[in-house]
């Protein structure tokens, strides 16, 4: 990937997930039809735990589910502007189109550049 493009690792990761265990739920994506509640039932982000202690990682799993829950349109409006403030989403009009962005340079649709 070219230096200075637009990357979502907590997007992509959960897609390439979906991909596998939902391949119903990743089509939804590439479509952005997905719901969160969909994609939360698929990976459970309050069960996510920290790989060296075993508790769950409130931290990363709320950073994650919130980002997914503005690129769903699901989000509080203050989450929402604070979110569009991530210089990650200038170039899209739209927060879906992000997961589609994802989902096209997961299939090789899409060139970063």
């Not at 390439?16 to 265990?21: H, M, P, Q, S, T």
């Not at 997914?68 to 989403?89: C, K, N, P, T, Y």
Request: glycine share 4%; aromatic share 10%; hydrophobic share 40%.
């Amino acid at each position: 990937m070219r230096q200075g493009s637009t990357f979502f690792p907590e997007v992509i990761s959960v897609l390439c997930l979906l991909k596998v265990i939902e391949p119903e739920l990743y089509d939804a994506a590439r479509r952005a039809t997905l719901h969160f509640d969909a994609l939360n039932a698929a990976v459970q982000f309050d069960q996510w735990r920290n790989p060296n202690t075993q508790e769950i990682d409130e931290h990363v799993s709320q950073r994650i589910a919130g980002i997914w829950r503005v690129i769903l349109g699901e989000a509080s409006a203050d989450d929402q502007s604070r979110m569009r403030q991530d210089h990650r989403f200038v170039s899209f009009r739209a927060p879906t189109e992000v997961m589609v962005y994802c989902c096209e340079l997961i299939d090789c649709f899409a060139f970063p550049g």
